[in-house]
């Protein structure tokens, strides 16, 4: 309950998370049916980088500053945030690239941002917006009443101490409700240990068809500090692991100062 996103938005995590979540719901519209996405930790929805939550860190000079003139890669994703004005958290994003068809469902549990979510997309029929937990969200939400298609986007703020664990329940509540879901799981890294762990209990649990992408700024030596991030997709639909070589390789062009151990890797963990 104390997470605000509004203090990190725009940082490096932010961009890789965007750009790959963008992909992901293009190439599930390349089929006529609708999607229906969820998005289980929401925020705000858009962000002022000139505010004093997001002047404070400064993270996003490090972010999304420089994608300026972005390569083939990242064009969509930079030229969707450049046309929405205001930084585009993954709700405003995801409901820029709906269809007709398509319907989006956003839970946040904060009151304040919850609210500030709601004035956002006002009575727009195509967004229902939860003041609601996001792991409860997962069996209540899943599967959709009309759609046959999901994408969900699963974003923790990563303070409790068994958020890997939460997350990997949250997974497979989701796969239990809706097999044939798209999950798409960000998660940060800071040491090696808990990603492995994680990765290591959805291949216990059984989940099948499973791709990482991860950025690395850094070796992820110190775990005191947010040396990288991955996102983990279940079900992704063809060509996300050579898409997602690109984009990865593209931001790391970018936002990384050449420490040791900086790199891009995506790999499959679970096969189909």
Known sequence: ?????????????????????????????????????LDTHAGLGRYDLSGPEASRTG????????????PLELAEYVGLVDELGLYPGSPWLLRARLRDQDRMACCEL?????????????????????????????????????????????????????????????????????????IAAWYPIKHRAPPRQFHQALKDAGVRDVV?????????????????????????????DIAADGILAALLGRLSDGEDGAGAVVERIAGE
């Open 1 to 37: 309950m104390n997470y605000r996103h509004a203090f990190h938005a725009g940082n490096f995590a932010d961009c890789m998370k965007h750009a790959l979540v963008l992909w992901l719901l293009s190439a599930m519209q390349k089929k006529p049916g609708g999607v229906f996405v």
């Open 59 to 70: 993270e996003w000079q490090r972010g999304i500053a420089r994608l300026a003139s972005p």
């Open 110 to 182: 904060h009151p304040e941002d919850h609210a500030v979510l709601r004035r956002l997309f006002g009575r727009d029929d195509k967004v229902a917006v939860h003041l609601r937990d996001a792991w409860e969200a997962l069996g209540g939400l899943l599967p959709p009443k009309t759609e046959k298609r999901a994408l969900v986007l699963i974003d923790p703020p990563f303070e409790a101490t068994d958020e890997f664990a939460q997350l990997a329940r949250g997974i497979k509540l989701a796969l239990s409700r809706m097999p044939n879901a798209v």
């Open 212 to 240: 990482t992408a991860e950025l690395l700024l850094r070796a992820p030596l110190d775990a005191a500090r947010l040396n990288g991030c991955g996102l983990l997709v279940v079900n992704p639909p063809y060509g996300f």
